[in-house]
C-alpha cells in the first residue's frame, strides 16, 4: 500500500535552533512530493512541490529537499510563527488528476 | 488574491440530518477537490470534480454525494448525518496547468454532529 510517513510526530524548537522534518515515501512511480503547512483550525496552505531527486526549493526559512526515498524541511533559524504542522503529501500513482495521500505531519512548536 | 471559499464555517446538526457544504474555488481553477479532516488526522481525499465532470472518488460514503454546477462551484451533500462524520470538510482547488500535487485549500467547514 503506498505510504506518507512522516517524523517526528513533534517538535520543539526554540527560536534560532535549526532542524528538519523528514518526509518518507513508498508511493512507487512517485509523480512529485508536496509540502504543506497547517495552522489550527485552517485549510493546509502549499509550500513546495518536489519532482525529481536532488531538487531544492526554498521559500524564506524553509528549504526542501528530494532524495530517491525521502523529502526533507530544512527550517534555519526559526521565530514563532513558523509554528504549524507541516504536512508532507503524495499524489495516488493510479489517479491522474490530483488525489493526494497525506501524512500525519510534524507539528512544529517554536518558542521564544 | 482571490481564494477559496467555504460555506458555512461552522454547522451543527443532529443525527440522521441532511447537511450541505458549499465550496466556491479560484477563478479559473477548473479542478475542485473535497477533502475530510477528523481531529488529529490528516486530510483525507473524498472526491474530486474537473471541469464539471466527477473525476476522482475516494473513501467517500455512499449517504454522501457532490457535484460541481456550470459556475464552477461544488457542493457536498450529506445526508443520515452519523457522530462520526464531524470534522472538518475542506475544499482545495486547483488550476490544471500547475501540476496535480498544488492545491489551494478553503479555511473549512466545521461540522459537528450531535
Known amino acids: ?112 | 488574491a482571490a481564494g477559496v471559499i467555504q460555506s458555512p464555517r461552522h454547522l451543527i446538526k443532529e443525527k440522521r440530518e441532511t447537511a450541505t457544504l458549499k465550496c466556491y474555488p479560484i477563478p479559473r481553477h477548473d479542478t475542485v477537490y473535497w477533502y475530510q479532516q477528523g481531529p488529529g488526522q490528516d486530510p483525507q481525499f473524498l472526491i474530486s470534480f474537473y471541469e464539471k465532470m466527477q473525476s476522482d472518488k475516494g473513501s467517500i460514503p455512499d449517504r454522501f454525494s457532490a457535484q460541481q454546477f456550470s459556475d464552477y462551484h461544488s457542493e457536498l451533500n450529506m445526508s443520515s448525518l452519523e457522530l462520526g462524520d464531524s470534522a472538518l470538510y475542506f475544499c482545495a482547488s486547483s488550476p490544471r496547468d500547475r501540476g496535480l500535487g498544488e492545491q489551494y485549500f478553503g479555511p473549512g467547514t466545521r461540522l459537528t454532529v450531535t
Open chain 1, 1 to 112: 500500500e503506498d505510504q506518507v510517513t512522516q517524523s517526528p510526530e513533534a517538535l520543539r524548537l526554540q527560536e534560532g535552533e535549526s532542524s528538519s522534518l523528514n518526509c518518507s515515501y513508498t508511493v512507487s512511480g512517485l509523480r512529485g512530493l508536496f509540502w504543506y503547512r497547517q495552522d489550527p483550525g485552517k485549510g493546509p496552505e502549499f509550500l513546495f512541490t518536489l519532482y525529481s531527486a536532488g531538487e531544492e526549493k526554498e521559500k524564506e526559512r524553509l528549504k526542501a529537499t528530494l532524495t530517491k526515498k525521502e523529502s526533507f524541511l530544512h527550517i534555519t533559524a526559526p521565530k514563532p510563527e513558523d509554528s504549524a504542522t507541516y504536512l508532507c503529501a503524495g499524489p495516488d500513482r493510479g489517479s491522474t488528476l490530483g488525489r493526494l495521500y497525506f501524512g500525519r505531519g510534524t507539528q512544529l512548536t517554536v518558542w521564544p
